[in-house]
């Protein structure tokens, strides 16, 4: 009785053995098929034999670890290939919105030139000259021409036309002006953005 009863959980030992044998070669395949790389190291070193202070590894765990490493590394260069695009795609847009706005820069000083002078007969007049050379002129006109009322009132009609056409062209100017602040505020505003998406 004593025998079968040892035979009895012998066997029963034998059958604990060999299904976790089993459940431990299907866990294998399952932890290398998926996780990380750092919990399929885990899984190797905790399913690999003890051989003195050595570990033994299946050859396929192995192979098959290799491959899944191999395979992270492909997907992370084929990422670090598509920043690398992404950077490039980036600077080359802040190249040309540094160039848009070079280009803003000279317009918005010509601009600024161009309200300060203007151009007569192909000289270039300040218009603070101009303003004072126009008042002298009125004052000659006026002392010159006292006598002849038709031709005064006359000139004074052109005068207050050349005034008001002055006028008109302060208020285009100004207009121009202000279009073109708008539009460097945009693209420095644009540049901005484009330093914020880059970082």
């Known amino acids: 009785m004593r025998k079968i009863t040892l035979g009895l ?9 060999a299904s976790s044998k089993a459940q431990e070669s299907s866990d294998s395949s399952g932890s290398l098929s998926e996780g990380t790389i750092d919990s399929q190291f885990d899984y190797i070193y905790n399913a690999s034999n003890n051989y003195q202070e050595y570990k033994v590894v299946k050859r ?17 260069r084929a990422e670090v290939l598509g920043l690398k695009t992404q950077i490039g795609s980036k600077n080359d847009s802040i190249y040309s919105l ?21 151009s007569i007969f192909g000289i270039g007049i300040h218009k603070s000259v101009y303003s004072s050379f126009m008042w002298l002129l009125v004052a000659a006109l006026a002392g010159a021409l006292g006598f002849f009322s038709f031709q005064y009132f006359r000139s004074f009609k052109k005068i207050k036309k050349a005034q008001k056409d002055l006028g008109e062209v302060q208020e285009e100017f100004d207009l121009h002006r202000k279009n073109t602040l708008e539009r460097e505020r945009k693209l420095k505003r644009e540049l901005v953005d484009a330093q914020l998406g880059k970082s």
């Open 98 to 118: 540094n160039q848009v706005l070079q280009q803003s820069e000279t317009a918005k000083e010509e601009a600024i030139a161009e309200k300060d002078n203007f």
């Open 60 to 76: 396929t765990n192995l192979d098959k670890l290799k491959s899944n490493i191999l395979d992270s590394m492909q997907t992370m």
């Open 9 to 17: 959980l012998f066997g029963i030992f034998l059958i604990s053995v």
